[in-house]
């Protein structure tokens, strides 16, 4: 598999954007700002989105992506999404005052189609298999697995402590591991209000975690980056650990 990473910020500004990843060429995760990175040519390639969570940061590009691409789309877009997820687009989004009704545009067969699933849910598309994981965040929200005969990466979507998650990698034992690391230390209250880690709590995270995965902290909030980083490796020498860069390539 090949992992783009379009946006992995936990804010906006120049060079940033948030939760964005890009799967190989047609299967997109959290179409956040980091759309913006996509030409016109593989926007048109996208067939498949997998949202976390409804979270601005997360689904911002879509409703964008489709006024785009709307005129000249191929397909169909599957969209995979908890059932409080689609009600909010549809509620919040697409509602013909913020934006059209994408659901029901063109009318003979609209843009997009939209599909509820649950945690724990497995399920495969574009053959890769796909299994729906626990996270703990304000808003219903989900992390996902995606493994091929190769590979396999976990994304925890956004998430404070969760201890659901860990039997589950400790069983399915992906390569890599990205996980939402948004505060430092010092703004731990924050970090627990809004559902999010400090480096403190990925570090009694991990100790959960028996499989030495790759892990690449992703989220981080604009200008406490390496405070982030310097922090997470202080804590965790053992671990191969790094955060996500804007446009890198993950091949797995
Ligand atoms: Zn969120
Ligand atoms: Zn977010």
Known sequence: MKLKILGCSGGIGKGLKTTTFKVDDSMIIDPGTGMEKLTLEEMLSV????ITHAHLDHIIGLPLM???IFDQARHQIQIYALPDVISALNTHIFNWTVWPDYTQLPEDKPIIRMH??????EL????KHIQ????????????YLLSDQNSSFAFTGDTGVNPQLWPLLNEKKPQLVIIDVSFTDDQGELAQLSGHLTPSQLAQELTHFEHHAEIRITHLKPGNEDMIVARCH????EWTLDRLHHDEIIEL
């Open 47 to 50: 067939r498949t989105i997998l």
């Open 66 to 68: 489709l006024a785009t």
């Open 116 to 121: 509820s699933l649950q945690a724990g849910d």
């Open 124 to 127: 495969t598309l574009a053959g």
């Open 132 to 143: 729906v994981l626990p996270a703990a965040h304000p808003t219903p929200t989900v992390g």
């Open 234 to 237: 202080e804590l965790l020498p």
